[in-house]
């Protein structure tokens, strides 16, 4: 039972009473021309591109072609955003109904992960096909990437002041006024607390469920960034562990927030996340007993031919054209050499048998 108790906060200040934290953050990071800047959207973004910069420098050790992954991932991108939006909006349907402009408002927050990640994967997917892009090896790469992605990307809940849980006496706890207010005034109208009746204290710190899952993700991104350099062994393997991995969370941290996305009695998310841990579990038995089994006849897709000689032939046609000015220069240049060499043999008068003799007088 939570005991620490917190007098009225300012609209933008946020505190973690046993800390001794106590900050004034607006989630307006600057304006241009009238229209305010979110630090929601900009840790998103930073979120995405980070994700992307790590998942090209593994893209060829994965045999993969660069080129042809980057349409892949902005396809998935692009997938994501549209998936995370449905699939809050949806499952909060009475809050837009009427209200088509609210549906396009994602600046204020209003992402589900889950169904990021469904759409991520469902236009990753389809692009891949059309770009000819093996999808298991590409899915090993992606799943590090959504790990750091999650985990920077959740900080925009803490500017938000959202994402967060029941009351709380543990060392976490935080409280904001923007929190107060929810509580206070927005709280008591909501499908969950209609349905769950868990009652909140505004005086009362709640859980920081956006900071468990940052930290839980950030640990994942290392920790399977080291496991598929050491323990990868089928493509595939290192995306059915983040599911697993991401999906226990999941399931625990869901359990405390009383903001979550529900139908009747049931946490949509918390339920999502459960099953994909069991389905993790499933498939990796049963791929890694088929994969131990095959022993050496099984090769993933970066040792294939076909990999190696698309890898082959794509860092070869970096370098079928050249620059016209590098061309005319060593056209220039292979000229010189010519006219060097042709100086060099006539003021050599001595043939290759001459050379010879004078070389055994010397001796």
């Not at 607006?26 to 241009?32: C, R, V």
């Not at 493509?235 to 869901?254: K, M, S």
């Not at 993933?300 to 190696?308: A, L, V, W």
Request: proline share 2%; charged share 20%; hydrophobic share 40%.
């Amino acid at each position: 039972m939570a005991t620490e108790t917190i007098g009225t906060l300012d609209y933008n200040e946020i505190v973690f009473p046993k800390l001794g934290i106590d900050l004034h953050v607006n989630s307006t990071a600057f304006s241009i021309g009238g229209l305010n800047i979110q630090w929601y959207g900009i840790l998103i973004t930073l979120g995405l591109v980070l994700a992307m910069i790590y998942a090209f420098t593994q893209v060829k050790k994965y045999g993969l072609n660069p080129d042809r992954v980057l349409d892949c991932i902005i396809g998935g991108i692009i997938g994501g955003v549209v998936g995370a939006r449905a699939y809050y909006v949806l499952l909060n349907w009475s809050d837009y109904a009427g209200d088509w402009k609210s549906i396009f408002n994602i600046r204020g927050g209003g992402l589900a992960i889950y169904g990021g990640i469904i759409g991520s994967l469902l236009v990753g997917f389809l692009v891949a096909k059309i770009r000819k892009v093996k999808f298991l090896p590409l899915l090993d790469i992606v799943g590090i990437g959504f790990l750091l992605g999650q985990g920077i990307g959740r900080w925009g809940n803490f500017f938000n002041q959202e994402a967060f849980g029941c009351n709380t006496d543990s060392l976490f706890g935080m409280s904001g006024g923007r929190i107060q207010e929810w509580i206070t005034d927005q709280y008591p109208s909501t499908t969950y607390f209609a349905n769950f009746g868990t009652t909140l204290d505004a005086s009362q710190p709640v859980h920081p469920c956006f900071l468990y899952e940052s930290l839980w993700c950030l640990l994942g991104f290392v920790l399977l960034a080291i496991f598929a350099k050491k323990i990868r062994r089928y493509d595939g393997q290192i995306f059915l562990i983040y599911i697993c991995w991401y999906g226990a969370e999941r399931a625990v941290v869901e359990s405390l927030r009383t903001d979550s996305l529900v139908i009747g009695n049931v946490r949509v998310s918390q339920i999502l996340a459960i099953t994909c841990v069991v389905i993790s579990v499933i498939l990796q038995i049963a791929i890694g007993t088929k994969v131990k089994r095959m022993g050496v006849d099984y090769r993933m897709y970066k040792d294939t031919n076909e990999s190696k000689q698309m890898l082959a032939e794509y860092e070869a046609a970096k370098f079928v054209k050249e620059p016209e000015d590098d061309t005319n220069e060593d056209t220039a240049s292979t000229d010189e050499v010519a006219e060097t060499d042709t100086t060099d043999s006539s003021e050599s008068d001595e043939t290759p048998a001459e050379t010879d003799t004078n070389q055994t007088e010397k001796e």
